[in-house]
């Protein structure tokens, strides 16, 4: 099994969590996405993900792109920890919050959109900044009250126990502290955060604990 990684993506930080959790370590390629215009352009990983994008799991000589896919791939594979609840209820709620930060944040926020905006349209970093800070709290504010107001959310997002919406959150968490945006309104999602940090899989997982951090 390889992974084919950056620190800083967020969405290699969602699959570094899932195979910390279990206990699976891979061999790592790393793909600078802001060296040499973006490695991840370049045609030699453009043939491993035609998506110009990390991560990508090799797994035997198939290769995984998508950050759920993988872990949806990981949790079939290796199912303890399970990371997302049989009873289909849950499953679908979990899924809910997974996918509110993967498809409604992450992507308006991602570093090809920030790069298109400053290139291409012009954008200011201070305008760029406006941006992303609206994106977090346009998303944020309901994920705070899914968790908030539901008896479902436990010491996390779904109960006690990890699951694929916690592998989201947390690396979403971080890039709003790194763009330096208030938390405050969300005291849910903070604490949920704290509690998932403290574990070990997740702070092993962190942008600075990687052999390729800048």
Known sequence: MKLYTYANSSAAYRVRIALNLKGLKPEQVFVSLIKNGGEQHKPEYRAINPQE?????????HLIGQSLAIIEYLDETYPTPQLLPTYPLAKARVR??????????????????????KS???????????????????????????????????????????????????????????????????????RIDAALRALKAFADAAPEKQPDAA
Request: glycine share 4%.
């Open 96 to 117: 809910q919050l997974a996918l509110a930060v993967a498809c409604d944040i992450h992507p308006v926020n991602n570093l090809s959109v920030r790069q298109f905006l």
């Open 120 to 190: 291409e349209m012009k954008h200011s970093d201070a305008e760029i900044n406006v941006w992303y800070e609206h994106f977090i709290h346009r998303g944020f504010k309901p994920i705070e009250a899914l968790l908030a107001n539901s008896n479902e959310t436990g010491k996390y997002c779904h109960g006690d126990e990890v699951t694929l919406a916690d592998l989201c959150l947390v690396p979403q968490v971080y890039n709003a502290r790194r763009y330096k945006i208030s938390l405050d309104a969300y005291p849910t999602i903070v």
């Open 53 to 61: 994008q990390v991560p990508t799991l090799d797994v035997n000589g």
